[in-house]
């Protein structure tokens, strides 16, 4: 069984510009969540989905940032305007259920220049 | 929000030594996760324990519900088992209901 990937594994990028980072979770995996971990810290929640839905969009720093997860599947997360700021690693996980234990991807390394 | 305090941030210890990481959480608690992070950057899942006693080879963990802590022992410690460690969790009540609360990590050193 596959775990969770993401696409790509690295995306360097100009101020300014706009890119877009792919989760695929874990076949049959109800919930998927995106996390940010900047360099030296623990990873810091962005945005759940149970199905569809952003059951809770609590952690987004700004309206700069945008999540869809149409078929209730892959997941893209959207970043406009980047800035330097937003140069982290952004991690992507998936459970079975709400609460239920959590698997992550390996991460997308955002640079921002 | 819930609040996650790790201890002690780093331990560096011989190959062969026994260890144990603290977790303590300020409110109870839905999931209670233990990571190790490897240098890669991999988070690998090691125990899912939002309560109890579970244990997985040299590795074993407890959470006190109750008493909002958990413990992670590793023992006869390898090489391999360097990184950073965390301890994650999920609120029972507050924002981010259902993203994981991560811990700033304990880094840990194992000297051959």
């Known amino acids: 069984g596959a775990g969770v990937s993401q696409t790509p594994s690295n995306k360097v990028t100009e101020k300014g510009k706009y890119v877009e980072l792919r989760c695929d979770p874990i076949s049959g995996h109800t919930a998927l969540y995106w996390y940010r971990q900047s360099l030296g810290q623990g990873p810091e929640f962005l945005i759940y989905?149970?199905?569809?839905?952003?059951?809770?969009d609590s952690g987004l720093p700004n309206d700069r940032f945008f999540a869809v997860r149409p078929e209730g599947s892959v997941s893209t997360l959207k970043i406009q305007r980047t800035e330097r700021g937003d140069s982290a690693v952004y991690l992507c996980?998936?459970?079975?259920?709400?609460?239920?234990?959590?698997?992550f991807g390996p991460g997308t390394r955002l640079t921002v220049l | 929000g819930i609040q996650v305090e790790q201890s002690p941030p780093d331990l560096i210890l011989q190959e062969g030594a026994n260890s144990t990481l603290r977790c303590n959480f300020s409110?109870?608690?839905?999931?209670l996760q233990w990571f190790h992070q490897n240098p890669w950057g991999q988070l690998i899942n090691l125990f899912y324990i939002p309560s109890g006693t579970k244990q997985n080879g040299r590795l074993s963990a407890t959470t006190v519900a109750t008493e909002r802590y958990s413990l992670l022992y590793i023992s006869s410690s390898q090489t391999t088992d360097s990184g950073v460690y965390f301890c994650a969790v999920v609120g029972v009540t507050g924002g981010g209901a259902d993203g994981l609360t991560f811990g700033k990590g304990t880094h840990l050193i194992i000297q051959p």
């Open positions: 996980a998936s459970s079975l259920s709400r609460a239920g234990e959590q698997f």
């Open positions: 989905f149970q199905g569809t839905g952003a059951a809770d």
């Open positions: 409110d109870s608690v839905n999931n």
